[in-house]
């Protein structure tokens, strides 16, 4: 089936199932090179249960509660990347369940509650070399107010009318050299990471934190795994997001977008626009 017609028939199942009237989209693609899928996310109770190679959800999120988005890239290579990756998603999708009644400063415990299970399940299960260790770039959101909580190199951008600001710090080698001038580190070992979920218990897991930021009508956040911004650049994201008529048509644009790049990781995108 050539691409026009994938197109057609993609955009009738979007509007048979709803999709086009979801203001959130979640998509997860093995790529082009790599043989398992080790990313995973969260939309509302939604993650890649079963580890597969192409995974999407989408969602409407009412802007009176509380929601809870994640995105997690999953690291081991030969160990389970997936296996840690899932149970990150798992744990923060726990954590979400009791978003109910509860005010922001409880929510945001019930992320570092998160943050915590997760890692000492990783953690533990590393000691026996069952699995790796994952990413995870979180966000609570309700209305228009937005936080988010983040371990690792994955991303998280605000996508407003006329720019696309990084709200995430990459915790990497290539980081630390810049902000805090240390010298000789290898160019091979730049992208290594200097903090992510199920770190030992020996070394401290720390977790970057945005305060409460209020955010427009019509703004997008984008989660995405290294699998988009390695091989997209902030210019094509912007301009894909934009021409886009639905965030599910986003996601998808831009999975194939870094697909056509080279696509040699998994890509994972959660796309959610405020209204």
Not at 46 to 60: D, G
Not at 74 to 103: H, Y
Not at 106 to 112: G, N, S, V
Not at 176 to 191: L, T
């Amino acid at each position: 089936m050539n691409e026009k017609r994938r197109g057609f028939f993609g955009a009738i199942k979007e509007a048979l199932t709803g999709a086009s009237s979801c203001n959130a989209a979640a998509l997860s693609d093995v790529g082009c090179v790599r043989a398992n899928n080790e990313d995973n996310f969260l939309l509302s109770n939604s993650i890649n249960e079963e580890s597969s190679n192409h995974a999407h959800a989408h969602a409407a999120l009412e802007p009176d509660e509380w929601h809870c988005l994640g995105l997690f890239d999953g690291m081991g290579g030969i160990a389970g990347g997936e296996i840690a990756s899932k149970q990150a998603a798992l744990a923060f999708r726990a954590s979400a369940d009791q978003f109910s009644g509860k005010t922001p400063s409880e929510i945001q415990e019930l992320m570092q509650t998160a943050f915590a299970k997760a890692n000492e399940q990783i953690s533990a299960a590393r000691r026996e070399n069952k699995v790796g260790g994952t990413t995870a770039t979180v966000a609570i959101l309700r209305d228009k107010t937005l936080k988010l909580f983040h371990v690792g190199d994955s991303r998280a951008y605000l996508i407003t009318r006329h720019s696309i600001q990084q709200l995430s710090e990459d915790q990497t080698l290539a980081q630390m050299e810049a902000k805090m001038n240390v010298k000789n580190i290898p160019e091979e070992d730049k992208h290594k990471l200097t903090c992510f979920v199920g770190m030992d218990s020996r070394y401290k897991m720390t977790i970057f934190e945005t305060d409460l930021l209020q955010v427009k009508s019509g703004n997008y956040l984008l989660l995405c795994s290294d699998g988009l911004s390695d091989l997209c650049s902030s210019k094509e994201i912007f301009k894909i997001v934009h021409e886009a008529a639905t965030p599910t048509a986003g996601a998808r644009a831009l999975v194939e977008q870094a697909k056509q790049n080279g696509g040699y990781d998994n890509v994972t995108v959660v796309l959610h626009q405020f209204q």
